[in-house]
């Protein structure tokens, strides 16, 4: 069989993906993807084995600093040992080394099989080496889009930061992140990853907490969508919001959240028409656009969950309707380990804390924490005899505890469970 070398064509590209894909065939990982190789093929370096008038093989590298990088290098498998792999490497060799080049290397997986030509052209095996890489979630075009729509990376810990509350953090792991985080696996159990979920539950019970935790937990990008900011847009309510949602199409990986969503998708009826009816449409429509793509959640969030409008919460449009409800012991007691000085949490007593505000949301408990602590700094402040205050003291928490009033009412806790009853699809 005879073959010869040459630069790689633009013609070449179908070749190349046909190399690309035979290798993947065989279960070979690529240390680069796709797009990266055919981009250096086009910008860097890339030469190309011909026999018979049929591209069998190819190699492409990038230079970087004084160190080139291979970034693919395969032949057909008809056509291996017979000298292709080695003409290969010396051909790509030979036409960068203009650029004084010190070093050559190439990252090869476990399972593919180039060793011996490797070696043959003078490559060696770096054992002591072991690759690592993260992939970065958001590139340099999706960053502007972010800024654009006030959007963000959150820190990767807020999951763990999230204490307490086991069954829902199980149950949102379970039904969001397991199959939205390895979709192949959820496709091969026939699984299809949710597009679109509500939470709901009395206020101030961490729905956007948990929010922010699903898309930390995900590592994608969290947008936040406020109704009340698009309602001054010239276009109006309904074409400010489908603009940002047109916007947020251009992200590969995106968490958007809606927050006390029953201000724009609340029961419409009557004569005339409210005016948010428009509005409540308009959002209708852009959620099965929405759920068309993979890589995408939706979280809304609604306090009221009888408040919104029976076609907004069917099936198809929402996968799951998941109930969020007070903190429980566990949760309490990290939500005051929050919020109280960490030396004072050596002294006071914190699980008479804990029992004393069962039925408190989280946002009373830090307020409850806050207001003891400015007690104390009074205290200390403005004291008329010698006691010595290093800080508050259970007295000073057990104090505002009973001087704070609980957001959440017996009255709207005997609904939240009517509702998940009736209302909740999990």
């Known amino acids: 069989m005879t073959f010869r070398i040459r630069e790689y064509h633009s013609a070449d590209t179908d070749a190349i993906l046909e190399l690309w894909n035979t290798a993947k065939a065989k279960g070979y990982e690529a240390v680069y993807g796709l797009a990266e190789v055919i981009a250096s093929c086009q910008k860097d370096?890339?030469?190309?084995?011909?026999?018979?008038?049929?591209?069998?093989?190819?190699?492409?590298?990038?230079?970087?600093?004084?160190?080139?990088?291979?970034?693919?290098?395969?032949?057909?498998?008809?056509?291996?040992?017979?000298?292709?792999?080695?003409?290969?490497?010396?051909?790509?060799?030979?036409?960068?080394?203009?650029?004084?080049?010190?070093?050559?290397?190439?990252?090869?997986?476990?399972?593919?099989?180039?060793?011996?030509?490797?070696?043959?052209?003078?490559?060696?095996?770096?054992?002591?080496?072991?690759?690592?890489?993260?992939?970065?979630?958001?590139?340099?075009?999706?960053?502007?889009v972010l800024r654009e729509l006030g959007g963000r990376l959150l820190p990767s810990d807020l999951w763990q930061t999230v204490a307490g509350m086991q069954r829902e953090?199980?149950?949102?792991?379970?039904?969001?992140?397991?199959?939205?985080?390895?979709?192949?696996?959820?496709?091969?159990?026939?699984?299809?990853?949710?597009?679109?979920?509500?939470?709901?539950?009395?206020?101030?019970?961490?729905?956007?907490?948990?929010?922010?935790?699903?898309?930390?937990?995900?590592?994608?990008?969290?947008?936040?969508?406020?109704?009340?900011?698009?309602?001054?847009?010239?276009?109006?309510?309904?074409?400010?919001?489908?603009?940002?949602?047109?916007?947020?199409?251009?992200?590969?990986?995106?968490?958007?959240?809606?927050?006390?969503?029953?201000?724009?998708?609340?029961?419409?009826?009557?004569?005339?028409?409210?005016?948010?009816?428009?509005?409540?449409?308009e959002l209708i429509k852009l959620i099965p656009t929405f759920r068309e793509r993979p890589g995408r959640l939706l979280i809304v969030a609604t306090n009221f969950i009888r408040a919104l409008d029976?076609?907004?919460?069917?099936?198809?449009?929402?996968?799951?309707?998941?109930?969020?409800?007070?903190?429980?012991?566990?949760?309490?007691?990290?939500?005051?380990r929050r919020y109280v000085p960490a030396a004072t949490c050596e002294v006071v007593d914190i699980p008479e804390m804990v029992k004393r505000t069962d039925g408190f949301s989280p946002a009373d408990i830090e307020f409850a924490a806050r207001k003891a602590s400015q007690r104390a700094l009074e205290a200390a402040v403005y004291q008329k005899d010698d006691t010595v205050h290093d800080g508050p003291t259970t007295e000073d928490y057990l104090w505002a505890i009973g001087d704070t009033r609980m957001t959440v009412s017996t009255e709207m806790v005997g609904q939240f469970l009517e509702d998940i009853d009736s209302l909740a699809r999990l």
């Open 169 to 281: 953090k199980e149950l949102l792991e379970r039904r969001l992140v397991l199959p939205l985080s390895d979709p192949l696996l959820a496709e091969k159990f026939g699984v299809e990853p949710p597009r679109s979920i509500v939470l709901f539950g009395p206020p101030g019970t961490g729905k956007t907490t948990f929010a922010k935790a699903v898309a930390s937990r995900l590592h994608w990008p969290f947008v936040e969508v406020f109704p009340a900011r698009l309602a001054g847009d010239a276009k109006g309510l309904a074409g400010a919001l489908r603009d940002t949602f047109t916007k947020i199409s251009e992200l590969d990986n995106v968490v958007v959240f809606i927050d006390e969503v029953e201000e724009i998708a609340a029961q419409r009826g009557g004569e005339p028409p409210a005016p948010l009816q428009g509005v409540t449409n």
């Open 45 to 144: 370096h890339a030469v190309v084995a011909v026999s018979d008038g049929r591209v069998v093989g190819a190699a492409v590298a990038r230079a970087a600093h004084e160190q080139g990088w291979i970034v693919f290098f395969s032949t057909f498998e008809e056509y291996r040992r017979q000298g292709i792999g080695s003409s290969l490497l010396a051909a790509l060799e030979t036409r960068m080394a203009p650029l004084g080049l010190s070093k050559l290397s190439i990252l090869v997986p476990d399972s593919q099989d180039d060793s011996g030509v490797l070696d043959r052209a003078g490559f060696v095996d770096k054992n002591h080496l072991s690759y690592f890489e993260r992939e970065i979630p958001v590139s340099e075009k999706e960053r502007a």
């Open 310 to 336: 029976d076609a907004f919460l069917r099936h198809g449009r929402f996968d799951y309707v998941i109930p969020i409800g007070l903190p429980d012991e566990q949760a309490r007691d990290s939500i005051w």
